[in-house]
């Protein structure tokens, strides 16, 4: 579980790896030992832009415009003016805090697998926010006073994208009709009996919050055969139902036990079977690509539909709101 945070604190999150440690490290106030000499600033990148000349004439064509990420900076203090009764220990202890301080934002275990990202977390307003990304550049700007307890530093955290997401995950688990059984089969025994085929179930409904969309995390339970989530809304028709936006389906099988995992988050992009074999080219043509598979905010509804003859196959859409200021 994620550690709680007091008002303006910071929190930086990954996982180690079987050399390098992970972190859990906490920042930003006095009493985090790690405080903040000013508020983080935040740089958005500048945009790329698809503008075109008009041939022979005045004026421009907008083309598509996309934007990279957003940098925080970070300007820190290292206090450890308390830590010791003499000037020696108030030293040591400080070298020790800053040296641990630069291993954790050096972020080994992130930076040496490709797209792994960690998580940045604070509350501000009472309202708990977070980022992924990496920690990036950092540098000592002030050790005068290391003697004395406190050196100060400049770091920058880079995100994978421009949005604040709830630290709060959210999920919904529509489930499945069992398939309807069509005709008789081989060899027939007294007292036939066919299955009625069950009623549609309604959709699920999701209530996503935010003020952009955000991405949906779907993960889908064995057993079954061509699983398919069909997502509904947050716009309605004609007749004031909601109108279907996206359909996601898989070309496959799943036995009892497996599961598939859909992650189009930009620092994921995959379709993992039983969290590890790559089966991207499962999805069917039906449905978006994963840069599209977006939740806009409102309140909309997802259906599952699965061939599975035993009533048990489940499938959990999971999100967190986005914003686009903490």
Do not use: C
Not at 308 to 319: C, F, L, N, P
């Amino acid at each position: 579980m994620p550690q709680d945070l007091r008002e303006g604190q910071w929190n930086l999150i990954y996982d180690g790896d079987e050399v390098r440690p992970g972190a859990d490290m906490l920042f930003g106030t006095l009493s985090t030992g790690i405080y903040l000499l000013n508020e983080p600033a935040i740089d958005f990148a500048d945009a790329t832009l698809g503008d075109a000349p008009l041939p022979l004439e005045d004026g421009i064509r907008f083309g598509q415009d996309t934007t990279s990420t957003m940098t925080l900076s970070f300007e820190l203090a290292v206090d450890t003016v308390a830590a010791a009764q003499t000037p020696a220990g108030r030293h040591t202890a400080n070298l020790d805090a800053v040296d641990t301080l630069l291993t954790t934002w050096d972020a080994a275990a992130v930076r040496r697998r490709m797209g792994a990202v960690a998580v940045l977390r604070t509350r501000q307003g009472g309202r708990y926010r977070r980022v992924y990304g990496r920690p990036r550049h950092i540098a000592l700007a002030n050790s005068r006073f290391a003697r004395q307890g406190s050196t100060s530093l400049v770091g920058e955290f880079v995100a994978a994208d421009t949005h604040w997401y709830d630290d709060a995950e959210e999920s919904t688990s529509p489930g499945a009709a069992p398939a309807p059984i069509r005709g008789l089969k081989a060899p027939l025994t007294s007292s036939l009996s066919q299955r009625v085929p069950a009623p549609v179930q309604q959709p699920g409904a999701m209530n996503v919050a935010g003020t952009v969309p955000t991405w949906p995390v779907i993960t889908i339970h064995g057993p079954g055969r061509n699983p398919t989530l069909t997502f509904f809304g947050p716009e309605r028709t004609q007749q004031g139902d909601l109108r279907e936006r996206m359909t996601v389906g898989l070309d496959l099988t799943l036995g009892e036990g497996e599961w598939v995992t859909i992650d189009p988050r930009p620092w994921a992009r995959t379709v993992l079977r039983n969290g590890t074999g790559g089966i991207a080219g499962a999805l069917t043509r039906s449905s978006p690509r994963m840069s599209d598979m977006l939740l806009p905010p409102g309140l909309q509804h997802v259906r599952y539909a699965v061939a599975d003859e035993t009533g048990t196959s489940y499938a959990t859409v999971a999100w967190r709101a986005a914003h686009r200021y903490p």
